[in-house]
Nanobody, 130 residues
Framework: VQLVESGGGLVQSGGSLRLSCAAS????????IGWFRQAPGKEREGVSC????????YYANSVKGRFTISASSDKNTFYLQMDQLKPEDTAVYYC????????????????????????WGRGTQVTVSS
């Protein structure tokens, strides 16, 4: 399994970026793709998740209403559209393969190692200047 992120960069506060995650090598269809981020000195945080087959999407509260996760028509490339970016969104962003999207009772996405397929991209840097 291989996941490759692209699309990071430097943007001013209030701006937008779109990250891409190209997925290959999966031997089954019903998996999910999660986006995660890690800022310097902070723990890794689950940002958003999409179930590949049905397109169900989930978000962390910190990005809800500003970020949108989606998939290409062939469902092998996954996108994270990031709008209204804030300096606190600055981090390295990773995509990862998951068995499913873990969510809290309120529907928000979070990281859970128990559903990790062990396939992660190398990450892409997003820097938001104030």
């Amino acid at each position: 399994v291989q996941l490759v992120e692209s699309g990071g960069g430097l943007v001013q506060s209030g701006g937008s970026l779109r990250l891409s995650c190209a997925a290959s090598g999966f031997t089954f269809d019903d998996f999910s793709i999660g986006w995660f981020r890690q800022a310097p000195g902070k723990e890794r945080e689950g940002v958003s998740c999409i179930r590949r087959i049905w397109g169900n999407t989930y978000y962390a509260n910190s990005v809800k209403g500003r970020f949108t996760i989606s998939a290409s028509s062939d469902k092998n490339t996954f996108y994270l559209q990031m709008d209204q970016l804030k300096p606190e969104d600055t981090a390295v962003y990773y995509c990862a393969g998951l068995y499913w999207c873990p969510i809290h009772r309120d529907g928000t996405f979070f990281e859970d190692s128990r559903v990790d397929l062990g396939a992660w991209g190398r990450g892409t840097q997003v820097t938001v200047s104030s």
